[in-house]
């Protein structure tokens, strides 16, 4: 079975023409107990588009939106998050903002995604239809992120092994149990900051850039 990785889409700036036509596209989207496949957005019946059969095949979606899968969970005209196999449908997304861009170049849009191991978390920005920074952690940088903001954890964690601190008979000590305990519970809190500042930093970048174009 495919990790799933969990995603969300923020439309950060967005015209009104842009969030009419996305309005357009999200009605294309069927429910199913409460979800919807992703490349239905694209089935609008016009001359060319595909048919509901096909962006139901493995050749398309990977083609056009990336993994080989991707559901949507819940959107509205600001945003949009789902869930997609094995990686996040940054290509479905760029496809999304071709259309929108149309509209608003000027539009801006943030990705932020995680495996559900974590295996591997990111996010993504884009200018219009342009990405225009990104950043992608491995677990190994997601643990050295975490440690070195709470050393107290990092002190029960074997380096050289790449595990848990054990004792002789290779089981796990109470105090390594304790510290993974408390590694999980601020993880996550760790990776939205990671995110959050590199998503500021490329928007900050691209607001320097437009007023020194000016």
Request: glycine fraction near 6%.
């Given at each position: ?120 978390v990111g996010w993504s920005v884009w200018l219009g239809d342009q990405l225009e ?82």
């Amino acid at each position: 079975m495919a990790n799933h990785v969990s995603f969300n889409v923020w439309f950060r700036e967005i015209n009104d023409e842009a969030k009419a036509r996305w309005k357009e596209m999200t009605e294309n989207l069927k429910s199913d107990n409460y979800e919807y496949w992703m490349g239905d957005l694209w089935v609008d019946g016009k001359e060319g588009s595909p048919t509901e059969e096909q962006v139901r095949q493995y050749d398309w979606t990977t083609d056009v939106i990336g993994p080989k899968w991707a559901y949507i969970n819940d959107f509205d005209e600001d945003s949009f998050q789902g869930y997609s196999a094995w990686s996040a449908p940054e290509e479905g997304v760029s496809k999304i903002l071709e259309e929108l861009a149309k509209l608003d170049p000027n539009m801006i849009t943030s990705m932020t995604y995680d495996d559900e191991m974590p295996n591997f978390v990111g996010w993504s920005v884009w200018l219009g239809d342009q990405l225009e920074d990104g950043c992608e952690d491995d677990d190994e940088e997601i643990r050295e992120a975490v440690f070195a903001q709470n050393p107290e954890i990092a002190e029960h964690w074997d380096h050289d092994n790449d595990e848990w601190k054990c004792d002789e008979d290779g089981d796990m000590l109470d105090e390594s149990y304790e510290a993974e305990d408390q590694f999980r519970d601020v993880m996550y809190e760790v990776i939205n900051d990671m995110q959050e500042e590199g998503i500021d930093e490329a928007i900050k970048a691209i607001k320097e850039y437009q007023e020194e174009s000016e």
